[in-house]
């Protein structure tokens, strides 16, 4: 019998700390995205390891958001200034995606580790509204083949039936309720 403890991790993207939703979301599904904001094309299609990469989404999202390249860019483009006098058109310390990490266990078969994945997407995607993106992958080269893990990103904003919209503040990064969350979420 296997015990299922799930070992979390919540991070920010945050564009102060030069990162970029679309090169994460890229990296994590091991595919090719071209970024609008940065001009830029990432390509992780050589990327090994990744056994599934799925997005969830609230009911009544529109089509174009089962897109991956069409929802990160998005979400990018929905964290720019709105004052025109601003140094740039890009709010600099956007936050524009939140992961949450965590580990399966490695007695869970394909089908079991798809299932749990998806259960946790569903919750978020539920319970906060947002868009998720989900890849599960295998352990590390050279690591303990145990390690079947899963990177879960979802959009700092609330995806409506007219795209994203309000922010998700309940994410915020304050260790007391990242806490409250990893609790209600392991329930």
């Known amino acids: 019998m296997s015990v299922f403890e799930l070992s979390t991790r919540l991070s920010s993207f945050n564009r102060k700390k030069g990162a970029s939703a679309v090169a994460k979301a890229a990296y994590r599904a091991g595919v090719v995205i071209s970024c609008e904001r940065e001009q830029k094309t990432h390509d992780y299609s050589r990327k090994s390891g990744v056994e599934l990469a799925a997005i969830v989404l609230p009911a009544g999202s529109p089509e174009w958001a089962r897109d991956r390249a069409k929802l ?3 979400a990018e483009y929905a964290e720019r200034n709105k004052d025109r006098r601003a140094r740039s058109v890009w709010r600099e310390n956007a936050v524009v995606a939140r992961e949450w990490l965590f580990t399966l266990p490695h007695e869970l078969s394909k089908e079991g ?3 749990a994945a998806r259960a946790v997407a569903e919750h978020f995607v ?3 509204g947002v868009a998720v993106d989900f ?3 295998e352990s590390v080269k050279d690591g303990d083949e145990r390690n079947w893990h899963v990177h ?3 959009t700092s904003r ?3 039936d007219a795209g994203l919209k309000g922010k998700t503040t ?3 990064d304050d260790r007391k309720k990242a806490a409250a969350l990893t609790k209600s979420l392991r329930k």
């Open 152 to 154: 879960m990103m979802m």
């Open 72 to 74: 990160w860019n998005a």
């Open 170 to 172: 309940e994410f915020r």
């Open 126 to 128: 539920q319970n906060h």
């Open 135 to 137: 890849a599960i992958h």
């Open 113 to 115: 580790r798809e299932r």
């Open 158 to 160: 609330r995806m409506t």
